[in-house]
């Protein structure tokens, strides 16, 4: 299985309106699970970041940011602050996402998200707004990790945001895209072998 993974971290909890702060994606192949499996340094290193500009969003393009959301952000550790929320001048138009995603998503390949109610949503609304004629990929490839976790666990007792092994103490880290995104491929290629 060939698929790609990326994640959001945004400021509203509501997909159809929420200002994007930062976005992760990553490219993986389930062939390497077994023999060659991935570790959470390699992907973190690996997966393509993007930082947006927020006001341009709120200003051009009426996504709402929220105020619960905005003080939990001010209530993470600062590293995660100042590489996700804090605006900084390199942040980028929330239109790249149209070449963003023509330069990542491979015909043929599943996408993953965690949670197809929330970072799906907000790919389409944004791209409604900024190319109307653009598809990020076919709806009848997303697949939703925490779902397909689930269902490889059917059984077991085991929650789908379980941390794999060798990942050491990282909740400073969380909320990181490029490690949530990590996070979901170590927890299915666990299972996998698992599995195997």
Known sequence: MKALIYDY???SNKPTEAPVLTMALYRFDSERFI??????DEIVRDAKFFKFNAREQIEKFD?????????????????????????LATDISIT????????????????????NTFDPV?????????????TAHPFWVIR???????????GNNINNSFMPDGVGD????????RVDIALDVLRI???AKALS
């Not at 070449?99 to 996408?111: A, T």
């Open 9 to 11: 971290e945004t400021l």
């Open 35 to 40: 023999d060659n499996p991935y570790t959470l």
């Open 63 to 87: 996504r709402k940011p929220n105020k619960d959301t905005i003080k939990w952000w001010m209530d993470k550790p600062k590293p995660v602050q100042d590489s996700q929320f804090k605006p």
């Open 96 to 115: 790249n996402l149209v070449d963003i995603f023509f330069d990542n998503y491979v015909k043929g390949d599943l996408v993953f998200t965690r949670g």
């Open 122 to 134: 907000i790919t389409e609304a944004v791209l409604s707004v900024i190319d109307k004629d653009f």
């Open 144 to 154: 939703d990790t925490r779902s397909y976790i689930e269902g490889m666990a059917y």
């Open 170 to 177: 990282i909740t400073d880290q969380l909320h990181d895209p």
């Open 189 to 191: 290629q666990a299972l």
